[in-house]
């Protein structure tokens, strides 16, 4: 018998890395069931797991630290488990080719509030940039940076700021999400030559819309640690919210709503808001505002 982590699962086949970094290809013991949430897969990346050397079966799942999930269509009761023992969630965005919505970045770091998931934003491409999207890259850091997020300023091709970026990956198991087109495969490539990832490929454009099952890769580092390229928000497992607790996953907004006057303030037009208070005396961000309300009165599906 021997410890190991998951690194890549195709439904019933498992890469196994054990801890001299040898990779086994397993399969799960029997019928193999994690009590309490019904999924279409009981082991996920990142799961640390005690495997059968000689019969190269999966044997049994230590706890997880933490699981990120997915149900597996609007109807479906079941889900799919995206990833397990995740330190910490990179989100890649770009101000231009593409350009990334501030919502999307605010729904991000929502749902990586809810799991309680520590999140950094890397803005990537600063290469690109003219003296107009520098400006809205420093007002990007800033706001984000006051709310309590770590950003990074980086151009993948250009090798700038990468050093930073892997110190911070280095031993941890990082989730990197990002829309289609904004650098995390060039990132990946950048930070471990081996990996060859396909790049800036006009097919990885068209299965981003489709829903279809991905499993997700887990990319060793040369430093050691792990990351998972995963495709945009829906890659990150989209969360139900419940909507009297959308404003605890945006930690300004949360901080500041006790000074409303009724406990259960949604902060939209209750009398005596502090958090409409903080916004109009641009203590809050009118975007960060703007991107809660649109999570409480649309909620996910758009994402989904
Ligand atoms: N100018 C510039 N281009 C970059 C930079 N980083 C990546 N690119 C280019 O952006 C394009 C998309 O990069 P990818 O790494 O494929 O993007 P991705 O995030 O993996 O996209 P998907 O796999 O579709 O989700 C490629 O043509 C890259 O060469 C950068 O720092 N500057
Ligand atoms: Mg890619
Ligand atoms: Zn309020």
Known sequence: MKQGTVIKSTGSRYKVLDDEGITFECVLKGRFRVSGVRTTNPVAVGDRVTFDTDE????ELSPR???IIRRSSNLSRESQIIAANIDQAFLVITI??????VEFIDRFLATAEAYRIPAFLVIN???LYDDKDKDLVVR???????????????????NE?????????MNKITLLSGNSGVGKSTLLNRLNPALSLRTGSISDYHEQG??????????????????????????????????????HFFPEIFRVSSGC????CLHLNEPDCAVRRAVAEAEIEPWRYKSYISILLEGNEKYR
Do not use: C, Q, W
């Not at 190269?56 to 044997?59: D, F, N, T």
């Not at 706001?143 to 997020?149: A, D, Q, S, T, W």
């Not at 006057?261 to 259960?264: A, D, M, P, T």
């Open 56 to 59: 190269l079966v999966i044997v």
């Open 65 to 67: 630290k933490n699981y």
């Open 96 to 101: 231009r080719m593409p350009s990334t919505p």
């Open 125 to 127: 491409k600063s290469d």
């Open 140 to 158: 990007i850091k800033e706001v984000y940076e006051k709310i309590g997020y770590g950003v990074y300023i980086v151009s993948v091709t250009k």
């Open 161 to 169: 700021g990468i050093s930073v970026i892997e110190s911070a990956l």
């Open 210 to 247: 489709k829903h279809i099952t991905t499993f997700p890769e887990m990319h060793p580092l040369p430093s050691g640690g792990f990351v998972i390229d995963t495709p945009g928000i829906r890659g990150f497992g989209v969360i139900d919210f419940d909507r009297n607790e959308i404003y």
């Open 261 to 264: 006057r009724y406990h259960n």
